[in-house]
């Protein structure tokens, strides 16, 4: 930690800051200029709110130096997690993969319909939701343990790995023995005690970005899951929001790059959320992989028009397999391949 | 519904729009224009999402024209909801009221002290947290059922009604029995389950609006609680995020205003979360009660450089008292009174 | 300044880095931890861009300390500025001004009845635009030269001090004869160009905040005008843009007290463009004011609903009179004055 | 336009809008529905604020249909604007073309070189500031004149085409024999008066997009320059201002392919300043022309550390003639080629 006193800090002032530094762990190297005096805080104190020095007296400016993440930064693995499925199939290596589906499961013949043009499509995983978190309580919520089930049938029969949405810690049993990935959502990247269970679980988590956390506030909640001992952890940028409305969110895809650069996990891109109009999906989920990211979530419904939640940024079938042939020509030209 | 069809649509467009604004369960009205045709969708689909149509072949614009709330919204109960408390305090009504005390319950000396001083200076609710967010792993996390013992403890000693934050849907049986209001935090104003659920208990809660939440969306998560039947429902404006780094967040003092008017249910400000420097909280609690709040949130801490969380928006006592005078006067002017 | 290098920086990299700011004109400490290099830079070069040194290799981080403001900060002149006007009304000083009328100077009768209308209400300043910026170019650009001449005119026959808009340089000279005050839009905080003119004349200016620009940048931009010698400056904070729609803009009321702690200038708001909304308008005045303001801008039309422009933020004169009352009581209970 | 009226509106109210509506030039179409009345408003008034009957007595909402642009839309030009420069570039083709070099010209070696290199990796115009905008009064502000004229030197030397920021009106004849494209910054884009000028010059204007401008709002700002007469004019996203504070801006490339929808006009992305971090420069670079950027803006710099201006985000000669390679790839899987 730096704290910069102001120009005109007593020493009574100097001599507190230094007290409360060297209170929660810090060697205490001072700097005395002609105008000003600096306090550089050195050690490892991992949990100390740098904000507290900022109001105190005499204080001008105070920055916490280390990151405030372990597990969850580049250095812990700086050779990056590859995370290995049962069948084979990898997130974070040289393949990028495809999870596509609809937003919910809505019945049989739907699902299974969805879930064979995904795959002849491309897609390694299926997406779809059985718990579904509403901003309306009078929308449709989701089948359940029904969906669970569905879900669990349709990827057996298709070889499709299952990844579906967990909301409340009380349905992680619930849906243990039926998906491959939990899910978390952007609205639960901060329910703090549901990814504390989640690091205690033994199954990939697949954690997206809240609409309003920043990168650093991301990487935390990855450390939620990683302290518990459960690494299998990616990373999902799927929109912030901002002033623009025309699209449902805007699409932070700087953030790819950024989350590459910052931590070993791997991070995929979600179009279909980052834009929330149909027919601006494909160039998304285009520059998502021509910035680097290790894979993307798409929403794809055999009647979009008829989907109980989400239809407007969902793909028709023919519209997801055209993207396909164009995602492998971009995969290629930044070094990756796509099934 | 209000439908705008591009200038160029086909009658097949038009007729494909009508069919399944019909089949949601609207009378459609058809204006045709010199070039543009409009279809004014008629009657009462609660749900639907107007963003399926906007991306339909031939549309222009989509506009959902009702409500997607009810029972939050004032025309549910034009008067206002008053909440009285079984010591006779309301909130609702012409009295504003102050809910004072530190983030979190740290031990027995620290909670008895806060409490004398925040009643001291006219507060009529403590606040305390037992069970605390954080966004580390490695934050303090709160004293769980020992703080809530503590917290009910004092409040029977000291008369203050007990207000605390449940993150969790297993909290909320446990925190039954010590406290008087349910607070839900920023970061699970869009946790559907704990809404559920809260909405099925027979005791106040008090929500505040997410950092990224329009006040349409907070609107819509009371809606959850009010549907289950809690009418008790408390909103409050503790700061949205921007693109200002200065302060912690933005406080939205125009929500207070806002929410008056759309909806019956009082509104509170949270000044200390709002703009997260301690100096600057009382100036914008003058203005929340300024611009018509009905009480406020504010932490006060015996010795908030030794606060365990949030220590830098914490008042020192001496200041709430000083606050406290300041906020009689303001309220006077604007036709209110504070104990 | 001071830069922390990475756990894992080269000597060769520190010495970069340390040669680059002595360069600069700072004098280097080092601080070697177990862990970390820290360097501080001791010095005042008031011109260095930051961010250069956080991409070069081996930084962790970097952060200015000084401020990059000089002539705008606090410091500058710790008593406050006061700006005094030929007939004796101050800005700055125990009494709150409030500079009200219509959005845009239509019609020698139209002025001449707000102009009475609020100078009746207590108003010491009338606001009125000749030159408009707009964002379409279809929209009513403003009377121009006429305008200015109506306003000259209507002042000298009320007392009241005539504030309006300067967009372009050549327009300084133009109004020179006939406005007390420039006001600088949102939309032109930046632009440096005309900001450096008006550091050139000698006549007060109030400096809108960006609907996007941080605290800083408004005192940067502050800067601009100071350092040409022109010292008579005033902030206004009118709402910045946030990802809210229900209002117009989010005004930041939080700022008052922020920029009345870091500047010695007077600062105002506007909460007719802060909130876009009539109805709301009261309200954010009062809050305004409570939290510390030193004046009000306000727009107030005969006939609000056949304004040429930004009708639907406009007082009716009646609601004006009545907020004049009510913000009476409010300057009074944080120890102000309005006429 | 669409005004929904309250479900308890009266006649009377009913009556004043409707007679407001015709006012303006609209027939009223009105729909009685058993809660609430629409009144559709057919005709084509470009002029009007919508927001004045947001707030009229017993409105619920209102709604513009029409576009409040008409010269940008897409619809004026279907087949897409197509901009030949002298020397036989084009923009808008299938060609995505690079503009590359320093921010600012600092002199003759330095822009010299920087043409050789960026000419050598494939850019077809070379960028520099001869008058720069910048935060600080005390920063560097470009070498003005002399700028221009090296500029000029070095186009004809080498065969790139020149664009230059143009800053205010009185440097537009000043700019007019040294420039090829005048470039319109974010600062600028709602500096109307110059925008107006511009219309009046035939010659080529690249307008970015400003950091808190809607999409609606930089299309309003084409309108203000097309309507003048001057038809060549490209849009340019180059970030906008969120609550992310990792990176600059955050580069918002989803609003590339809504404005290839919405408008004819030729769109570029501007990674330097969408990003404001060199070593994310070419990720974002690649993602703009996976969207359909018809091209991009990029800063290099023979010696980026030593840059008077935006160092950090401009790229070494080498990165920029790898990640050309890189852009030819990804810009052939879509269908189109770099030089």
Redesign the interface.
């Known amino acids: 930690m730096?704290v910069?006193m102001q120009?005109r800090a007593t020493e009574e002032q100097i001599q507190h800051i230094t007290e409360?530094m060297m209170e929660l762990g810090f060697?205490v190297?001072r700097?005395t200029?002609?105008?000003?005096t600096?306090l550089?805080g050195?050690?490892?104190p991992?949990?100390f709110?740098v904000?507290?020095f900022?109001?105190?007296d005499g204080v001008?400016?105070a920055?916490r130096?280390?990151s405030?993440?372990k597990l969850a930064g580049r250095?812990f693995r700086p050779e990056g997690t590859v995370i290995t499925f049962k069948n084979g199939v990898t997130v974070g290596n040289s393949e990028a993969v495809v999870m596509a589906g609809p937003c919910s499961v809505e019945n049989r013949e739907q699902i299974f319909t969805a879930a064979e043009q995904v795959k002849a499509a491309g897609a390694k995983f299926l997406r779809g939701g059985a718990f579904k978190?509403?901003?309306?309580?009078?929308?449709?919520q989701g089948l359940g343990l029904e969906g669970l089930k569905l879900l669990r049938e349709v990827g057996d029969a298709t070889g499709l790995l299952i990844i579906s949405e967990v909301?409340?810690?009380?349905q992680i049993e619930l849906m243990m023995p039926y998906v491959d990935v939990f899910q978390v959502g952007a609205?639960?990247m901060?329910?703090?005690?549901l990814l504390?269970e989640l690091g205690l679980v033994r199954k990939p988590v697949l954690l997206k970005r809240?609409?309003?956390a920043?990168?650093?506030?991301l990487l935390?909640?990855a450390?939620?899951i990683l302290?518990g001992g459960n690494y299998e952890v990616m990373l999902c940028e799927r929109g912030?929001?901002?002033?623009?409305?025309?699209?449902?969110n805007?699409?932070?895809?700087?953030?790819?790059?950024?989350l590459k650069?910052l931590s070993h996990l791997p991070v995929l891109g979600d179009p279909s959320h980052?834009?929330?109009?149909?027919?601006?999906v494909p160039?998304?989920a285009?520059?998502?992989?021509?910035?680097?990211a290790d894979g993307l979530l798409i929403e794809v419904h055999p009647n979009p028009?008829k989907?109980f939640?989400?239809?407007?940024?969902t793909l028709f079938p023919e519209q997801f397999t055209k993207l396909m042939q164009?995602l492998r020509?971009?995969a290629?030209?930044?070094g990756r391949s796509i099934a």
């Open positions: 730096i910069a120009e409360r060697k190297h700097t200029g002609a105008v000003q600096i550089a050195v050690g490892t991992i949990v709110d904000k507290d900022q109001v105190m001008a400016e920055y130096i280390s405030p993440y250095g978190p509403r901003s309306s309580p009078y929308s449709f909301m409340e810690i009380s609205r639960n901060q329910n703090f005690n504390r809240g609409i309003a920043t990168i650093e506030e935390l909640s450390e939620y302290s912030i929001r901002t002033f623009e409305t025309y699209t449902r805007t699409m932070d895809i700087s953030a790819i790059p950024v650069k980052g834009v929330g109009l149909r027919d601006k160039a998304m285009r520059a998502a992989i021509a910035a680097g028009e989907a939640s989400d239809g407007a940024q164009e020509l971009i290629s030209a930044v």
